[in-house]
């Protein structure tokens, strides 16, 4: 793997993604799949089983970016920087039968600060990467 910054943030974060996601499970137990309460993740995060496969799905898609260039990273990084800063904002509204991922406020800090690292790499370095391949 290159020092590219985009690449490291992916790989680092994917990893640490899907290990969340694979340590949740061992925290709900007997909690539904879309219950809008659920175990508590290091005593401190909201989990259900949807949250989990969530963020196993964003783990792997970051760590394969990740691997495999700048640019895929870059992509992936700023893709879900934004969805983690939409949902970030979003989560503090999102009660009731709303919250199909049992989401508490520890989740949208962890959300929003995630948000920062991949938005603030994914967007303010490597911007000679082109969009597109050159043909």
Do not use: C, Q
């Amino acid at each position: 793997m290159s020092s590219s910054p985009n690449r490291i943030v992916a790989t680092v974060f994917g990893a640490v993604y899907l290990l969340v996601g694979l340590l949740g499970f061992a925290v709900t137990g007997g909690v539904g799949f879309i219950s809008n309460e659920g175990g508590l993740l290091l005593g401190i995060f909201e989990v259900n089983p949807l949250h989990n496969i969530a963020h196993l799905l964003i783990g792997a898609a970051l760590l394969v970016a990740g691997l495999a260039n700048a640019r895929a990273a870059k992509g992936v990084n700023t893709t879900v920087g934004a969805v983690y800063l939409l949902l970030g904002i979003v989560g503090f509204f999102l009660t009731g039968p709303a919250n199909i991922l049992a989401l508490n406020v520890p989740d949208h800090f962890l959300h929003l600060a995630s948000a920062v690292v991949l938005l603030g790499v994914g967007l303010g370095t490597e911007r000679n990467i082109p969009r597109t391949a050159a043909v």
